[in-house]
């Protein structure tokens, strides 16, 4: 049996992790952090696998392109969003997080109908960003579920994502308005 008859793993390992955004938003609104916390251990895990795969093997498709950091982008936004509904982080650093996305959303699309069509490749920066955000929320369930972790690295995590966050955000902001300027001007 060939191995392009596996091509199909990191795809359905993307699956996986969009289907277990629904039970991830349950536990955390019901404060099932150990169990909120075990699912977003898995989705993470099933990422790393699904990229390594994609790459190592050259199983890449065009749905998991798209679909591989939709499914990471909305266990984010969930995560933020709930952990601010339930007053656990501040309502502040979500409209920051969230908004730097919407930026960069609306940016491309104006981009894309007012300049031309391109490739968005994600910057070190937005990279950098997403793996703090991604710490951050992992390192506030480890605390919820009780773990002993001193308070500290989480005010300090806090003001390390929200420094990320502009940032990246001013970072795409300037690439991307000075890619623009030069179509423009050519």
Known sequence: MT???????PNALTLVR?????????ALLVQEYWFALAIFVIAALTDGLDGFLARHFNWRSRFGAVADPLADKALMVVAYLLLT?????????CLLVLGRDVLIVGGALVYHYRIGRFEMAPSLPGKLNTVLQMLFILGVMV????????????????WLVATSTIYSGCHYVAIWGSRAWRSRQS
Not at 18 to 26: E, H, R
């Open 3 to 9: 191995s392009n008859a596996w091509r199909w793993i």
């Open 143 to 158: 605390v919820l579920a009780g773990a002993p972790v001193q308070p500290i690295w989480l005010e300090a995590g806090l």
């Open 18 to 26: 969009i289907v277990l955004i629904a039970p991830f938003a349950k």
């Open 85 to 93: 509904y339930t007053a656990v982080l501040p309502v502040w650093l």
